[in-house]
């Protein structure tokens, strides 16, 4: 009798042993990251068959995620410009008076692309498309797993930005207009673009997808610059609204007041010094009636920062206002600034 219960308290020891070594070993080969910038995470159950991947029409743009960029310019030619990127990959512009997106290509394969042209096919998406028809399609939860990833989405990601997978290795992030309540824009990636951007808090386990050389400087701003610039007057244009023109002399006073914000470490229409846009306007010597101002910073890249802006109602009014002629828009690293002005 005195054996078995040696035995007994034995067993229960290794068992105990066995668990404690598992669960430390799963908190050691875990890290997390949180992110300040506008990140959501949301899993979708479709309601749509498993192979639904396999039967969306034919001539849906993402069919072309990780295939060569040779069969997507067949059928779209050259673009207008080539973008470098934060994040090593390369953003291939098309923006004419039908549509616009953006292409991200790496070692000529297509890992990404964004776009809020409703004349792009997207399907089993439609620019436009109504959040309740979205969500009679898919379930937006705060949690989404990937291989050895796992995002957590907070309730303002799923209602901003869900993200859904089309296929086993393909996803889809969801830009909604809360104004409107439809979808606005979409962004759809592979995996190692998902792991690079890391668009909402996220737990992994073993090794992570990590940029080898961060590109950060005055080339990739310029070129973020350009598509904050591009993406406003399509934005414009949707609404009927004239395209602004660029000026150089707000897009001066813009850049400087990001780099200022930057170098300062705050967050504000107005400097340290007390100095506003009007300020920071004459100083670079720009003509205008009337001014307004965005900014913003930690968003991930251009698409993001302008979708934000969307969302908020005073950053809305100032890219939707008809009254606005020309636009500068200046970047300094992950702060944002648009100058709006009437001349």
């Not at 991947?53 to 779209?76: G, M, T």
Request: aromatic letters at 14%; glycine letters at 4%; one cysteine or more.
């Amino acid at each position: 009798m005195k054996l078995k219960i040696i035995i007994a308290i034995l067993i229960g020891l290794a068992c105990a042993f066995i668990s404690v070594v598992y669960l430390n070993r799963f908190e050691e080969s875990r890290e997390v990251y949180s992110h300040i910038s506008q990140n959501y995470k949301k899993e979708i159950k479709d309601n749509l068959p498993k192979d639904h991947s396999l039967i969306v029409q034919q001539n849906a743009l993402w069919k072309y995620i990780n295939k060569n960029i040779n069969i997507f310019q067949s059928e779209f030619g050259e673009p207008d410009r080539k973008d470098p990127s934060l994040y090593g990959y390369e953003w291939w512009i098309y923006n004419n008076k039908d549509f616009y997106f953006q292409v991200a290509v790496q070692n000529a394969t297509i890992i990404s692309f964004y776009t809020n042209s409703p004349n792009l096919d997207v399907l089993p998406l439609i620019i436009g498309q109504g959040v309740d028809e979205l969500q009679s399609a898919y379930t937006f939860t705060n949690t989404f797993e990937v291989d050895n990833l796992r995002f957590k989405l907070s309730e303002q990601d799923i209602k901003e930005r869900p993200l859904i997978r089309l296929s086993d290795q393909i996803f889809a992030q969801l830009y909604i207009d809360q104004f409107s309540e439809t979808l606005a824009g979409i962004r759809i990636m592979n995996k190692n673009v998902l792991e690079l951007l890391k668009p909402y808090e996220l737990f992994y386990w073993g090794e992570l997808n990590e940029v080898d050389n961060f590109i950060e400087d005055t080339k990739v701003e310029a070129s973020i610059e350009k598509q904050i610039f591009d993406l406003t007057n399509e934005i414009r244009g949707m609404y009927n609204l004239n395209d602004l023109a660029w000026d150089e002399q707000a897009a001066i006073a813009a850049k400087a007041h990001s780099k200022d914000m930057k170098t300062e470490s705050y967050f504000s229409h107005y400097s340290l010094n007390g100095d506003g846009l009007k300020e920071r306007l004459i100083a670079a010597q720009a003509n205008y009636f009337s001014a307004g101002e965005n900014i913003a910073a930690h968003y991930i890249d251009a698409p993001a920062v302008i979708h934000g802006w969307l969302n908020s109602s005073g950053h809305r009014e100032a890219i939707l206002k008809k009254e606005y002629t020309h636009l500068g828009v200046g970047v300094y690293q992950s702060y944002y600034t648009q100058n709006f002005i009437d001349k």
